[in-house]
């Protein structure tokens, strides 16, 4: 089965950092591309940035040089380092395959609030 868990979001203030993580199961993690994704509310799901299996990064242009994705393969998680956060940045965030794989279930998401 496969399942992705989202974890580290919180509350932090305009101008803070956070690092979000996510694990997968039930994939070949190795060999395939992963993202992160973001719900604000009231708005449909995005995709922040992307990751392939060598490394290479791609992110929308909210998110370029303010946050970093990163993997490790041998443990199948794949991280987002969020600095200098945003009110807009607001939002539950997920991560998933890019593009994401017809029937795959969501994980819960993390939240991410920034507020003052």
């Known amino acids: 089965q496969v399942q992705f868990v989202e974890s580290g979001g919180g509350l932090v203030q305009p101008g803070g950092s956070l690092r979000l993580s996510c694990v997968a199961s039930?994939?070949?993690?190795?060999?395939?591309?992963m993202g992160w994704y973001r719900q604000a509310p009231g708005k449909q799901r995005e995709l922040v940035g992307t990751i392939n299996t060598h490394g290479f990064t791609n992110y929308q242009d909210s998110a370029k040089g303010r946050f970093t994705i990163s993997r490790v393969n041998n443990e199948n998680t794949v991280s987002l380092q969020m600095n200098s956060l945003k009110s807009e940045d607001t939002a539950v965030y997920y991560c998933?395959?890019?593009?994401?794989?017809?029937?795959?279930?969501w994980g819960q998401g993390t939240q991410v609030t920034v507020s003052s």
């Open positions: 998933n395959r890019a593009p994401p794989v017809t029937g795959d279930v």
């Open positions: 039930g994939i070949n993690f190795n060999i395939f591309t």
